[in-house]
């Protein structure tokens, strides 16, 4: 198997052995190792990052099923609104091309539960299948609601509308997905409810799941962040003590650890910008952390063991990371 090291991450050097397409605007790579060799392992709800031209660098979910390590799939949708990545892979990526990416990593793991609610919008629903897989495997009760504009743009939805455990929820049919009325039809208090989609979709699922006392219980998958431009008169500065650099930094008020950083010449592990990836995440040794991203739960925030540079800063004037 080919992998090298990238700056500081392992990567590895994929093949694309086809290239299909799924619905109108969503299409799946799937990717074997030049050498036939077997893939690092990886459980549902994992992502690679796949580097493209110059330093672009996109997350894509896994989709296909974890025991087959033969090879790893992505669907990518054609987003007229994306930076790039999406339209160039549509465009330029075919068959035979050697990709660079990541070992899979995993921020949306499926929990132990008595039972499980999928809850996928659009291309949402890459991360889900494997997931229903798995509460297949383990036995347990699952139910998939799937929304989408038409069955045009829906990926998986042939294959998915003929299982009793799914719902199809198709705008042009006029079935128009009502969150409070799903959630409170399948909620039971044992059930773990999985979301990922629009920020839309996630944004009801979690207002609702908080009405009705259940936020621990629900786990949501950002596809991207919300990038907000720092405000020099809100933030304040504050030092960054790089034990492995043998470094402190300033970091000023309308620049993120993450700039600081490489600024200073120290490589560091990036991709988002937004704290939806996890590419950043670095051990906190001492301060108290703001955490701003969309990864890490309360508790784990509450922890102040990681931190996500690229967007979390210091509740106090000095942090500590090991870096």
Partial sequence: MSTVASDTTPVLHLIVDEVRRECDDVLTLSLIDSAGEDLPEWEAGAHIDIHLAGEMVRQYSL?????????????????PNSRGGSQYIHDEIKKGATLTTSHPRNNFPLESAEEYLFIAGGIGITPILPMMGAATSRQRPHRLIYAGRSRRNMAFADQLGDQDNVQLCVSSEGARMNVDDLLGAHLGPGVHIYSC???????????????????????????????????????????????????TLTVA?????????????????????????????????????????????EDEQAENDVMMICCSRARSGRLVLDL
């Fill in 197 to 247: 989609g629009p920020q839309r979709l996630l944004d009801a699922v979690t207002a609702r799941c908080a009405e009705l006392g259940m936020s621990k219980q629900l786990h949501v998958e950002h596809f991207s962040g919300t990038a907000v431009e720092l405000d020099p008169d809100a933030e304040m500065a504050f030092e960054v003590e790089l034990t492995r650099s043998g470094k």
């Fill in 253 to 297: 008020p309308d620049q993120t650890i993450l700039d600081a950083v490489l600024a200073c010449g120290i490589k560091a592990s990036n991709s988002c910008a937004e704290g939806v990836c996890g590419s950043c995440e670095t051990a906190v040794l001492e301060g108290e952390v703001d955490h701003r991203d969309q990864i890490l739960d």
């Fill in 63 to 79: 989709h296909s099923d974890p025991g087959d390590r033969s090879r790893y799939e992505v669907a990518i949708l054609r987003d």
